[in-house]
Every structure is written in C-alpha cells, then in structure tokens.
C-alpha cells in the first residue's frame, strides 16, 4: 500500500479539465475543483452534464483532451496506478461476473485492492442494507444487485470513495438509509465523491456541492450558506393592491407574481429591507418560504442568481 497522504493535499483536484469526443461533442469544459479530504463533496447536475465523464476522467477511464486530474496528488494520466489505488468506485449502473454471488463479488474487491476485509463491518452492512450475500447476483433485483456494488467499494475502506448515484434502484428506506452510511463513511475520515441529480440526497448530506451544466462549472459552494444564496419568495397580501411603482422600488426584492391583493416576491436581499418597506401598506398575511437546494440549483440553471451569489473559490 501507498505511504499516508499528507491532509493538506487536496483528495480531488481538477485544473481547466477538458473533454471533447470525436466528432466535436464537449462534454467538459475547463472544470476546476479541489475537494479537501475526509467532506463529502456532491457533483450536481442534470443527466447529460458531465458527470459521470469527469468521474471517468478520475479513474482514468478516459483521457481528458485539456488539463489535468489528481486524486490525493497522483496524477490521473501519468500515475493512474497510484491514483486508482486510493479509490473506491460505484457507477451508475454496475455490472458483475456472471455466476458470481455478492460474498464472492465482495472478496474479489478485497483482493483486488490487496487488503483484509474487517469481516465485522461487512456483516453489519449486510445486515442494514438487508443483503442475501449467498444469492448470486444476477437473479438479484436492481436494486440488491446496485447494495452489492455498494458494500463491495465500502467494505475495502478505500481513502477517496466515488458514487456516482449510488441510490439508484432502491426504495426510499433503503436510500436514507444508505446515505446515513455515507455520512458515517466521512465522519471516519475519509473522503465522498457523490454524484447525483437528486436535489435533496445532495442537500441533506454534502458538506459542499459543484454543478455542472452542459459540462461547464456553473457553481461551487457551501451548503451551509446556500439558503442565503438562493431566491427566497414572500407571498404577501395586501387589504389592497399597492401600486406598482411602489413595489417595484424595494432594494433587494422583485416582484415575481401579482394577483389582485397578492404579490409574490424574489427576495435575494434582507427581510428586513422589504418588510420595512412592507410597513407603507396594510398586510393581512404574508408567508416566507425557506429556500432549498433544489431553489438554488434552478437559479442556476436559468441563469438568474444575484452577481454575488456564485462562490469564486473552489477549495471544499
């Protein structure tokens, strides 16, 4: 096994990564991103935006026709040996031997990487992912076959583990479930790698998020302060309309909807900004909605967000 990786090295670092196949189709462009060991890291973005493709990239998979990748500082291209070994790797859709049985498959993962499976912490996850190992995994739902692929990355204990939408396939219990392992993963120090396009997997257990829009980096920023970034809405309603021209001179705030007596706010400044201004009128109700992810990836999207509310540091 490789010597212990100093903390200060990013476990991912991409620089102005680049990938276009034949025939001129870009799938990245210009990606940089440095994830700081032991966070979990989600790579957001809609099917088509390159993330599986920067995955790829990491596990030299493919080769990127512009810059370059590290994981825990080995170069993807000219060290892929060295780089692959810190990592564990659940695609998207993963595929086994046939014949072969979930024990079997969860051994050749130990082998591979050349460690001894802790046999305690197997059975455990076998046992909260409600697994039959001794099936083989071909007569397995899609869903027990993607629990397979999971506990055969987890169980090697890999430094830099790489999901790329590792809840595919299964139940709503059984996804919270697994993200609750996720979490438990990071919190012993290591490091996830998490791709998906559901808004709320990322919103409940990412420490910071990257999206991608047709392979470009839209954004990376902390979860933590995202619900400032993202356009909150006030619906408010008044006795009676106010005029126009009155709302539509409140700092911080456009009007996103009218309707008779109720007008429904963009809010990206303060609260207290529009309900001082709120103060001119007589309001019956009004009603604040807390911003999700989900709000701010969509703003995103549509390519609307405030000037101020694109992070410029990619350090996570």
Not at 66 to 85: I, M
Not at 129 to 138: A, F, K, T
Request: hydrophobic share 45%.
């Amino acid at each position: 096994m490789s010597a212990p990786t100093s903390a200060a090295v990013p476990a991912i670092e991409t620089v102005r990564l680049g990938k276009t196949y034949a025939g001129g189709t870009r799938a990245l462009a210009d990606v940089d991103l440095a994830v700081t060991q032991g966070h979990i890291f989600g790579l957001l973005g809609q099917n088509g935006a390159g993330k599986t493709t920067l995955i790829r990239i990491l596990l030299d998979m493919i080769r990127p026709t512009s810059g370059y990748a590290r994981v825990l500082g080995a170069d993807t291209q000219r060290d892929p040996v060295e780089a692959r070994r810190h990592v564990g790797y659940l695609p998207s859709a993963p595929r086994f031997y046939a014949g072969m049985t979930g024990a079997e498959m969860i051994d050749l993962a130990a082998a591979l990487r050349e460690v001894d499976l802790d046999r305690a912490y197997v059975e455990r996850l076998v046992d909260r992912l409600d697994l039959n190992p001794s099936r083989v995994i071909s007569t397995l739902s899609r869903g027990n076959q993607q629990k397979v692929g999971l506990i055969a990355v987890l169980a090697t204990k890999p430094e830099v583990v790489m999901l790329d939408e590792p809840t595919s396939g299964l139940d709503p219990l059984m996804q919270e479930e697994v993200l609750t392992i996720v979490r438990e993963v990071a919190q012993d120090g290591r490091t996830v790698f998490f791709s998906s396009h559901l808004l709320h997997e990322v919103e409940h257990i990412c420490d910071r998020a990257a999206v991608l829009r047709d392979g470009e980096l839209v954004g990376v920023f902390d979860l933590a302060a995202e619900r400032r970034l993202a356009v909150r809405q006030v619906v408010v309603t008044f006795d009676a309309p106010p005029p126009k021209s009155a709302l539509a001179a409140i700092e911080g705030a456009r009007v996103l909807a009218r309707d008779g007596a109720r007008v429904t706010f963009g809010l990206t400044g303060e609260v207290d900004t529009l309900v001082k201004a709120l103060a001119a009128y007589h309001v019956r109700e009004l009603e604040a909605h807390a911003p999700t992810l989900e709000d701010f990836f969509f703003t995103l999207y549509r390519g609307d967000a405030p000037d101020d509310s694109l992070p410029t540091g990619t350090m996570a």
